[in-house]
């Protein structure tokens, strides 16, 4: 047991300094992207910039809705790397004049990111701004956000976020949120990739 105690001490200090080496190497930054990376950087780019949304979050909505895999189908049937229903996809295509579009489509990378950053600007502009009601409407749906709101269920505010009748939602819009903050540090506020 003693041993096996020794060889894991001698292991932490390896990766301690291996990390140490790679810090220096690379800078913190590089090391925070590595650790936080981008897929997909320039499809988000280019969706958020047409749709005057900020690129991190809707890499942080990515990341917490389908982990940047975009062949993820939910068990309620939302598709993609953003995760779109498709009744909500039929709809952002006839908005954004896709033309021939099916619902398989929302399995493409620029498809879906194109669609869910119109869609969170539509929430955006619904919602005054706030991204924190924005974000538990992708989530919970706008009809459900609103009833909370207007019966006074939850304030809106991100230090209430118990308070929303959903765990789910809650959850959500804190795992998002945090994910922002994170890519946002780690990139030093400045996107990886421009725009296509």
């Not at 118990?162 to 990139?187: Q, S």
């Given at each position: 047991m003693?041993?096996l105690?020794v060889?894991f001490?001698?292991?932490l ?6 990390a140490?080496?790679v ?7 590089r090391?925070?992207?590595?650790l936080?990376p981008?897929h ?20 942080a909505i990515?990341k917490?809705e389908s982990?940047f ?6 068990s309620?049937?939302?598709r993609?790397l953003?995760q779109?229903?498709p009744d909500?996809?039929r709809?952002?295509?006839e908005q954004?004049?896709?033309?021939a579009y099916?619902?398989d489509?929302?399995?493409?990378p ?5 669609i869910?950053s119109?869609?969170l ?9 706030d ?5 538990a409407a992708y989530?919970g749906?706008?009809a ?6 207007a019966e ?14 959903f765990p789910?939602?809650a959850e959500y819009v ?14 030093g506020g400045?996107?990886p990739a421009?725009?296509?």
């Amino acid at each position: 047991m003693r041993r096996l105690a020794v060889q894991f001490i001698k292991a932490l200090v390896v990766l301690a300094l291996w990390a140490a080496v790679v810090s220096v190497l690379y800078g913190t930054d590089r090391v925070k992207q590595l650790l936080y990376p981008i897929h997909y950087a320039g499809t988000i780019g280019s969706a958020a910039q047409e749709h005057g949304v900020d690129p991190f979050i809707v890499a942080a909505i990515v990341k917490v809705e389908s982990r940047f895999r975009p062949g993820v189908v939910s068990s309620r049937g939302a598709r993609g790397l953003m995760q779109i229903m498709p009744d909500t996809g039929r709809w952002a295509a006839e908005q954004l004049r896709i033309e021939a579009y099916y619902d398989d489509m929302l399995m493409d990378p620029e498809v879906n990111v194109r669609i869910g950053s119109w869609y969170l600007r539509r929430l955006l502009d619904a919602y005054k701004g706030d991204i924190v009601i924005a974000l538990a409407a992708y989530n919970g749906g706008p009809a459900n956000v609103d009833r909370w709101l207007a019966e006074g269920r939850w304030s809106g505010r991100a230090d209430e976020l118990a308070a929303i009748p959903f765990p789910e939602t809650a959850e959500y819009v804190r795992r998002v949120t945090t994910a922002y903050k994170d890519f946002v540090a780690a990139y030093g506020g400045r996107f990886p990739a421009r725009p296509r």
